[in-house]
């Protein structure tokens, strides 16, 4: 049956250890995905407590990083999401998709909105990529690709 958080801190908690075992492993989050048999960018969040993981998937993780099993059951609860508390975010990482976000977000919501009508990208049904990639002028790119399901709002 599934559970649900209702307070974060349990989750943080456990967060704090994932990247401690992790770190002390040197393990990378490919690693923990592949244990996982899931997407990176998925078992990622769930570790840092955005979502939670099947079974299999979070004793696989959990025995990768030596985590007991009360740790395994807690990375199965869902969590109480949203990771940026207190506003305007201050890690620069971070800062820069808040500052994307400003600069580009209604344009993004624009072109949604004429492309699709009123409605909504999913963060449900959806999908993230990180690539690495070589920029043609030196250096490198990062090529983010986030690929909801559009959901219409429904007049009722």
Do not use: C
Not at 61 to 83: F, K, N, Y
Not at 129 to 140: C, H, I, L, Q
Request: no cysteine; hydrophobic share 45%; charged share 20%.
């Amino acid at each position: 049956m599934p559970h649900a958080q209702v307070d974060p801190s349990a989750r943080q908690a456990l967060a704090v250890t994932v990247v401690d075992a992790k770190t002390r492993k040197d393990l990378s989050w490919q690693q923990l995905a592949d244990a996982a048999g899931l997407s990176v960018a998925f078992v990622t969040a769930a570790l840092l407590g955005q979502h939670a993981l099947p079974e299999t998937a979070a004793k696989a993780v959990a025995e990768r990083l030596d985590l007991d099993e009360d740790a395994a059951l807690l990375l199965q609860t869902i969590p109480t999401r949203g990771s940026i508390p207190g506003g305007i975010p201050t890690d620069p990482t971070i800062y820069r998709f808040h500052e994307m976000l400003q600069v580009y977000g209604t344009t993004l919501k624009a072109l949604v909105h004429e492309q699709f009508g009123d409605g909504i990208i999913s963060a449900i049904n959806f999908k993230l990529d990180v690539r690495k990639v070589a920029d043609p002028e030196g250096g490198e790119r990062a090529v983010i690709t986030m690929d909801g399901k559009y959901l219409p709002t429904r007049p009722f």
